[in-house]
């Protein structure tokens, strides 16, 4: 059975950094794509970044580009979010995802994930 497990969530002030970790049991992230979404109250779920099978690839929205990065570790098997220059409107719970049906490159897509973590919050007052 495959479960993520976020951490490293909490509150931050603007302008700060945060390093979000997904660890994954029952499976091996090199195995697959991974990405991190976000949901904050009363929105829709939002794409905030994504690597490929071998970590080669990542994709970023504009909204998160240049402040965020993604990244695995084989090793730990382990993915991450640094976050940098955070700002209020990142305040979110953040998901881990792994995207096993992805076999080349990326997905923003939340269909094509098949498996989530339960969340962590993130706050980012002004």
């Known amino acids: 059975q495959v479960q993520l497990t976020e951490s490293g969530g909490g509150r931050v002030q603007a302008g700060g950094s945060l390093r979000l970790s997904c660890t994954a049991s029952?499976?091996?992230?090199?195995?697959?794509?991974m990405g991190w979404f976000r949901q904050a109250p009363g929105k829709e779920r939002e794409f905030v970044a994504a690597i490929s099978r071998s970590g080669g690839i990542t994709y970023y929205p504009d909204s998160v580009k240049g402040r965020f990065t993604i990244s695995k570790d084989g090793a730990q098997n382990t993915v991450y979010v640094q976050m940098n220059s955070l700002e209020p409107e990142d305040t979110a719970v953040y998901f881990c995802?792994?995207?096993?049906?992805?076999?080349?490159?990326?997905?923003?897509?939340?269909?094509?994930?098949?498996?989530w973590g339960q969340g962590t919050q993130v706050t980012v007052s002004s």
């Open positions: 995802a792994a995207a096993p049906r992805v076999r080349t490159g990326v997905s923003s897509l939340a269909r094509e994930y098949d498996h």
């Open positions: 029952g499976t091996t992230i090199t195995n697959w794509a």
